[in-house]
């Protein structure tokens, strides 16, 4: 079992490694990279008990397999094996699909992590790789943006590793149950680095443009998997921790209404998914009991979003409701709204059925709305114009894309499966009800309403400021 285990973890970077020397095998490597964790989730699904490992004794790697890191490591298999897909008759070089794999590789180690350090490692493997990825296209604006990531990554991740020495001064042990009884100020250094690296509340505002200006294929890495790398800890702390279980709340409530309240007014497409990642990584934090279904969930949906934005024939609403669509790809695209919206006979009904189950009384009413707000949004996608345009006006959408479809639209209905018992009449009727009083909405207000919202706290300088704002709120919370 270790040796599986080990020989998991290592697989993604040897065979990352070896497309450099096999570039012509780069996407059939890859693929199989991918596979081997789709193939290693359903085993650790299967398993009868959690796997803990320890190496190189008391000061090495401590690392947990279980249920909950299971949802986890099958979202981050299955959206970067749609990626490939989508990519598998592009144009891009074996360096892409080697850094992908990569990428890959270092958020299942993250995901595994249970000790603050090796954390910290997988995260910042994860940062530079995702840097190179959102570089890719070598123009100025993908590298401005690309550094800007990484500046930001760097910063939220130095505040992190002084809060993980100040914890194993306290209690000689970088175990995440030293967190138990650790100074104010280590724990508040400890989730400013997480919140801000997963792009929770007014700490992830980096978060929008970065998933925005970046390749589609590269967004649906992003917002499918990579940012829950740093979700998964979090959640964690609230369940190993009972202290720690108001603060995760409370940022769950907050980001999920800030994301929808940004996410509303948007009119430009990529940057309302953004936003919405945002909020539904709320979603995750605000029940964590049950947050690796909805994380699994909503990786499938944002991924095909992403990727199905880059067949659009514009980004802008106001451009697309002026035009129609090709009607099958308004069809997937209607579909993943659907399902992040929470219509039944979708997976992302019995999510957010199993999240609202799991709120404290103080959280409904805000989660509510979050999920009214998700309503409205999507309702952009399902109401825009459609018809079968002629094989000159269609989008090329070649056998790779629907491949990718196939996975992840295919993996919603399947999902299904994880909570079958959500469908009951009762729990059918109150989603339905948030649906249509969201698409009424829209048509008869939002669809009209022009509102920019300002950007200035995305501005470089401003989340820098933030992050120090955020510290101190996290200090008094920590506190209280």
Excluded at 35 to 62: C, H, K, M, Q
Excluded at 133 to 162: E, K
Excluded at 163 to 188: C, D, Q, T
Excluded at 196 to 222: D, Y
Aim: proline share 4%.
């Amino acid at each position: 079992m270790t040796v599986l285990t080990l020989a998991w973890i290592g697989f993604p970077f040897s065979v990352g490694f070896l497309i450099y020397l096999l570039p012509r095998l780069s996407r059939s490597l890859a693929l199989a990279g991918t596979l081997a964790s789709v193939a290693y989730s359903i085993w650790l699904f299967l398993a009868s008990e959690p796997i803990t490992l320890r190496l190189l004794d008391n000061f090495g790697v401590s690392l947990l397999l279980d249920p909950l890191a299971s949802f986890f490591i099958l979202t981050n298999a299955l959206v970067t094996t749609a990626v490939i897909f989508y990519c598998w008759q592009s144009d891009r070089s074996s360096f892409f699909f080697a850094q992908t794999l990569i990428l890959h590789g270092s958020v299942n180690a993250a995901l595994i992590c249970s000790d603050l350090i090796s954390l910290y490692v997988a995260l910042e493997v994860l940062s530079i790789a995702a840097f190179l990825l959102i570089t890719y296209p070598r123009t100025d604006r993908s590298i401005w943006v690309g550094l800007r990531y990484l500046f930001i990554s760097n910063i939220a991740m130095l505040f992190y590793l002084v809060g993980a020495v100040l914890v194993y001064k306290a209690h000689h042990s970088f175990g995440f149950e030293g967190l138990r009884g650790a100074p104010y100020e280590a724990i508040a250094l400890i989730f400013l680095g997480l919140l801000t690296k997963a792009g929770i509340f007014v700490s992830g505002l980096w978060l929008p443009l970065t998933h925005s200006e970046s390749e589609s294929p590269v967004s649906a890495l992003m917002s499918g998997m990579v940012v829950k790398a740093g979700v998964l800890p979090m959640v964690r702390f609230a369940l190993f921790l009972e202290e720690m279980d108001p603060i995760v709340r409370f940022f769950g409530v907050g980001t999920a209404l800030l994301g929808v309240f940004y996410a509303v007014f948007e009119k430009d497409v990529k940057r309302m998914l953004a936003f919405h990642t945002v909020s539904q990584l709320g979603f995750i934090l605000a029940a964590p009991e049950v947050g690796g279904f909805y994380a699994l969930t909503h990786g499938l949906v944002k991924a095909s979003l992403f990727l199905q934005a880059g067949k659009l024939p514009s980004r802008s609403f106001k451009e697309l409701n002026q035009r129609s669509l090709h009607t099958p790809l308004w069809i997937a695209l209607v579909i993943a709204s659907f399902s992040i919206s929470g219509f039944p006979l979708l997976s992302g009904f019995g999510a957010k059925v199993l999240t609202m189950k799991n709120l404290l009384p103080w959280q409904v009413i805000a989660m509510n709305v979050a999920a009214l707000g998700t309503s409205i949004s999507f309702a952009k996608f399902i109401f825009l114009p459609h018809k079968n345009l002629s094989e000159l006006e269609r989008p090329s959408l070649q056998p790779g894309f629907w491949a990718a479809m196939a996975l992840l639209l295919g993996g919603l209905f399947a999902a299904n499966v994880v909570y079958y018992e959500a469908y009951t009449f009762a729990n059918i009727v109150k989603p339905l009800g948030i649906i249509f009083l969201g698409w009424i909405l829209y048509l008869a207000i939002f669809r009209q309403v022009v509102l920019k919202l300002p950007r200035v706290l995305e501005e470089f300088e401003h989340l820098v400021g933030v992050m120090g704002l955020s510290l101190v709120a996290l200090f008094w919370m920590a506190m209280a």
